[in-house]
């Protein structure tokens, strides 16, 4: 079993709705949760980070966590062409100072 | 602004020869890493340093060397450079006093012929 897992895709979403980005994860005692957007050609670019349970809002963006069931979402609203990118999940295992990561979700939004 | 760089940006090379990319980062982290990225692997882990003289393997350090001889820099050696290495390449950084976020450079796409 993968450590973090995300659903490749490709994820296509119709421009206005609502995209579901899912990622789970094997360390039970995994503290901090990422998401990375990265455009194509481009280096990833971290949009959210989570750190207990529940939702947490920024602008279009909603990161969910779960601990209990090991998984961690990001919602995107209103989805727009320019969210069309990976977006990558990444773990902070306990005790540990580096990331893992999942291979990432190609989303694209169509206009 | 703090930020990182990393260069060359592209660089082109023959198998065999040693090859070192460079990353520098005014965050002032203690925490800098090395990534491949390829397709279908994702970002995999070369090496990693937590502080001054210190560097870890990751898991795909064969053929790749790291020193860390100060804060702001963690230059990536290639020793003799393969086919293999073909990759595009990140460097990132973090401090335990953001949670960890890791911060990540612009990349370098290597080729070796």
């Known amino acids: 079993q993968k450590e973090v897992e995300q659903n490749s895709g490709p994820l296509s979403v119709p421009e206005g709705a609502i995209a579901s980005l899912n990622c789970t994860y094997s360390d039970r005692g995994s503290q901090s949760f990422f998401w990375y957007r990265q455009y194509s050609g481009k280096s990833p670019e971290l949009i959210m980070s989570i750190y207990s349970n529940g939702d947490k809002e920024d602008g279009r963006f909603t990161a969910q966590l779960n601990k209990a069931s090991q998984y961690v979402s990001l919602l995107i609203r209103d989805s727009q062409p320019s969210d069309s990118a990976t977006y990558l999940c990444?773990?902070?295992?306990?005790?540990?100072?580096?990331?893992?990561f999942g291979t990432g979700t190609r989303l694209t939004i169509i206009p | 602004d703090a930020e990182i760089t990393q260069s060359p940006r592209h660089k082109i090379t023959e198998t065999g020869r040693q090859v070192t990319l460079a990353c520098h980062q005014t965050?002032?982290?203690?925490?800098m890493f090395w990534y491949r990225q390829d397709l279908g692997h994702g970002l995999r882990l070369i090496h990693y340093s937590y502080g001054v003289q210190d560097t870890n393997k990751g898991e795909v350090s064969d053929g790749y060397s790291v020193s860390r001889s100060n804060t702001e820099d963690l230059p990536l050696t290639l020793e003799s450079a393969a086919s293999s290495q073909t990759s595009v390449y990140f460097c990132?950084?973090?401090?335990?006093?953001?949670?960890?976020?890791?911060?990540f450079g612009p990349g370098t796409r290597l080729t070796v012929t």
């Open positions: 990132a950084s973090s401090d335990p006093g953001t949670g960890y976020e890791q911060y």
């Open positions: 990444a773990v902070n295992p306990f005790g540990n100072e580096k990331l893992t």
């Open positions: 965050w002032n982290h203690n925490n």
